[in-house]
């Protein structure tokens, strides 16, 4: 009963997606402007193919994310966008910081990996 209940509070998590064009755009835009307002400029953002989890009943979409900005204003973007109700999750990330100092975590610049994952049925990809 437990895990029945711990299944479906996972399952209420994931997106729906009735048109795939419509929902990547959605998330761009989603995912851009939680950036931008910790003040992260964003230089690129892409998908890459979805992946089918046919075992787990969940469909991923990968975006891949290039940005620049203080390091601490990035971790603050990543916090926030995990911290999204739907399940949304940094898969990898990979950053370049510099300019540290006793004071201050300096800047960094690189691309995240963010994977957004939905309700998969089975269908043809």
């Given at each position: 009963?437990?895990?029945?209940?711990?299944?479906?509070?996972?399952?209420?998590?994931?997106?729906?997606?009735?048109?795939?064009?419509?929902?990547?755009?959605e998330?761009?835009?989603?995912i851009?402007?939680?950036?931008?307002?910790?003040?992260?400029?964003?230089?690129?953002?892409?998908?890459?193919?979805e992946?089918?989890?046919?075992?787990?009943?969940?469909?991923?979409?990968?975006?891949v994310?290039?940005?620049e900005?203080?390091?601490?204003?990035?971790?603050?973007?990543m916090?926030?966008?995990?911290?999204?109700?739907?399940?949304?999750?940094?898969?990898?990330?990979?950053?370049?910081?510099?300019?540290?100092?006793?004071?201050?975590?300096?800047?960094?610049?690189?691309?995240?990996?963010?994977q957004?994952?939905?309700?998969?049925?089975?269908?043809e990809?």
């Open positions: 009963a437990a895990a029945d209940v711990a299944v479906a509070s996972a399952k209420s998590k994931l997106f729906e997606v009735t048109d795939e064009a419509s929902f990547k755009l998330q761009q835009v989603l851009e402007r939680i950036i931008k307002s910790h003040d992260v400029t964003v230089s690129n953002f892409g998908w890459n193919p992946i089918a989890e046919e075992e787990f009943g969940v469909r991923i979409y990968p975006a994310i290039r940005l900005g203080g390091s601490y204003k990035i971790m603050m973007a916090l926030e966008i995990e911290a999204l109700e739907k399940a949304v999750l940094i898969g990898d990330f990979d950053l370049r910081i510099f300019n540290q100092s006793s004071d201050s975590m300096g800047r960094a610049n690189g691309r995240i990996v963010i957004f994952m939905t309700h998969y049925d089975g269908a990809l």
